[in-house]
């Protein structure tokens, strides 16, 4: 168990849909990142959220937009769903403190999403 | 960061050492070697990482040669529950900014 939180373990929505996938970090850390694993893209970098603020930004799609809270957690929303957004969704935490070579990620279940 | 590259699989026996090469030619002095693995469609887990001395914990040891050009990945038992993807990731120390950036890893099959 990593001590990360994701809500729901599976999502099942048809094309045009908006789904909000949920990350509970683990206690302490600040860092937030979201990862999307596709059969064809593999494990993709989408979004990173430290202490509530955007620091890096990678494929994330302009449909799909994140946020983290003051309680830290943090929510990915899918809007306009086509076929090709099924996938695994993960979400990481991480400390934060960005000292050089101590960053580990601890990633959660994930959520599996599957639109028809 | 620098490129990293794996072969797509390896086969080991079960109770023998696994050891898992990965390739980065290209890697910087300030650039860590970092390797996860992710069990069927778990979540990715952290390893192990080093920058230029061998480390060991107690899942596995990572060895780094002399020129850093390369690193072995040794799990020195393998049982079952190690079969997984295994990744090798170079990165740096960027402020704000520490995504992982996953290739296609190797696919380690433990066989009884």
């Known amino acids: 168990d990593s001590g990360v939180t994701q809500t729901p373990k599976h999502l099942i929505t048809a094309t045009g849909q908006r789904v909000t996938l949920r990350c509970s970090p683990r206690?302490?850390?600040?860092?937030v990142y979201w990862y999307q694993q596709s059969l064809d893209q593999g494990l993709q970098f989408l979004i990173q959220?430290?202490?509530?603020?955007?620091?890096a930004k990678g494929n994330i799609l302009e449909r799909f937009s994140a946020q983290q809270f003051p309680d830290l957690h943090s929510e990915l929303n899918l809007s306009s769903l086509e076929l090709g957004d099924s996938a695994l969704y993960f979400c990481?935490?991480?400390?934060?403190?960005?000292?050089?070579?101590?960053?580990?990620?601890?990633f959660g279940p994930g959520t599996r999403l599957t639109v028809l | 960061d620098a490129k990293t590259t794996q072969p797509p699989s390896m086969d080991c026996a079960e109770g023998r050492a696994a050891n898992l090469p990965c390739n980065h030619s290209t890697i910087s002095g300030n650039e860590y070697v970092y390797w996860y693995r992710q069990i069927h469609s778990q979540g990715p887990q952290y390893i192990i990482h080093?920058?230029?001395n061998n480390e060991t914990n107690e899942m596995a040891s990572l060895i780094i040669t002399e020129d850093r050009k390369s690193s072995t990945l040794i799990l020195p038992h393998a049982t079952l529950r190690d079969t997984a993807v295994y990744y090798c990731i170079v990165r740096g120390e960027i402020q704000g900014a520490q995504k992982l950036v996953f290739g296609q890893g190797t696919r380690l099959t433990i066989n009884p």
């Open positions: 959220y430290y202490n509530g603020e955007e620091r």
């Open positions: 990481a935490s991480s400390a934060g403190v960005f000292r050089i070579g101590t960053e580990k990620q601890f």
């Open positions: 080093g920058l230029k």
């Open positions: 206690s302490g850390d600040l860092s």
